[in-house]
């Protein structure tokens, strides 16, 4: 498999899938052709903030995104927020690391939903902050308009109070699974693909 990681306390589904059967979540390696971002956008971070912004904005809201090193490969962590598709309310967190090289990427993706009543996290908060100051300009593009809000619940400082909620789980797994991962020599050893 191109990306190896751990799967402790996960059920394997297939070659390339897994699910928590506590939570329900799913964590897959995904092989794709093509180019899945500017690869210039490697060279700036800027740029890299704005340009995944810009990217899941109709669809929901980035949380976070950084370069990071995967397996001794250069790879892009993120963690995006989306609705629930099909369903009347609830999120739905993605963790996400991504490994560009020419002409493919691979991608490390661990998915977890709200589950039951939904929207605990930002009830119990959301008093703390008053509802006129919950809610704040993206980070990394402040004009963005998202089609979720960007708002102080999704800080990973609160991850603590909430360590069973979506976003902490999929935060949790980056930094105690993604990070341990490790990447195929064949697929590490392609040119990354950074455009020009």
Request: hydrophobic share 40%; glycine share 8%.
């Amino acid at each position: 498999m191109v990306i190896s990681f751990n799967t402790s306390g996960l059920q394997q589904q297939d070659a390339t899938t897994w699910t928590d059967p506590r939570t329900g979540d799913v964590a897959k390696v995904q092989v794709a052709q093509g180019t899945p971002f500017p690869g210039e956008w490697l060279r700036d971070p800027y740029a890299l903030q704005r340009g995944f912004a810009g990217m899941y904005a109709e669809q929901g809201c980035l949380i976070e995104v950084e370069p990071v090193n995967l397996g001794g490969v250069t790879a892009v962590r993120q963690l995006v927020k989306l609705p629930i598709p099909n369903a009347p309310s609830g999120q739905l967190f993605m963790a996400m690391f991504t490994l560009a090289k020419a002409p493919q990427y691979a991608q490390l993706m661990y998915l977890a939903k709200e589950q039951g009543m939904t929207g605990m996290r930002e009830a119990t908060l959301m008093p703390q902050f008053g509802f006129e100051n919950w809610t704040m300009p993206h980070p990394f593009d402040p004009q963005l308009q998202t089609r979720l809000p960007f708002h102080r619940g999704d800080d990973p400082a609160y991850d603590a109070q909430f360590p069973d909620h979506p976003l902490s789980r999929a935060r949790a797994f980056t930094w105690n699974v993604g990070r341990y991962a490790q990447v195929d020599p064949a697929f590490a050893a392609i040119p990354d693909n950074w455009g020009a």
